[in-house]
């Protein structure tokens, strides 16, 4: 009997070395940016508001900007398109809230609000265009208060939290690569 539980220790043991040996190079960490080696610079002019709300596009501008200077691996930023290796054009061209929830009185208590923006990423070095997407869809929730004397507006917190979601997506998009193959 102890024969047969040593027998079934060593078979294991060596069934454990042999998987984890087997699944070794499975895993590679990504080690660099998924743009093109050329990219230094990434120009972001102001994004245009089509949706008729007021200063909308400087958060949006403001959000990208700021999440590629935090995530953007030494990558330079600036306003003006000239002199840049790539340049971000956005436009946000609608901007929408409706009430989702109501409270007990009938009143809208909770708030959806939904940004669609135009996304346009172009390597001014090779002339072509790295990433576009005209439908770029981003939704958020803000609730009101049923006490009017805490009542706290939540539209504007509601649409910078969507602006930095927003961001962090095409930054991610932008940092982590499109599928696009470098070109010697």
Known sequence: MSVSIKFMRALALVGLVVCASGFRGCYKPVRRSGLPSHIKTVAVPAFQNNALRFKIEHRFTDAVTNEI???????????????????????????????????????????????????????????????????????????????PRTFFNEEDPAVERLARSFAESLVSTLVNGFGVNEEP
């Open 69 to 147: 200077i935090r995530r953007g691996k030494g990558l330079r930023v600036q306003s003006e398109t000239e002199g840049a290796d790539v340049v971000v054009d956005g436009a946000i061209k609608n901007f929408a809230f409706y009430g989702v929830l109501l409270d007990t009185r009938g009143r809208a208590r909770i708030f959806e609000v939904t940004v669609t923006a135009a996304v346009t990423v172009r390597d001014q070095v090779r002339n072509r265009v790295l990433y576009d997407n005209q439908d770029y869809v981003f939704r958020g929730e803000f609730e009101f208060t049923d006490d």
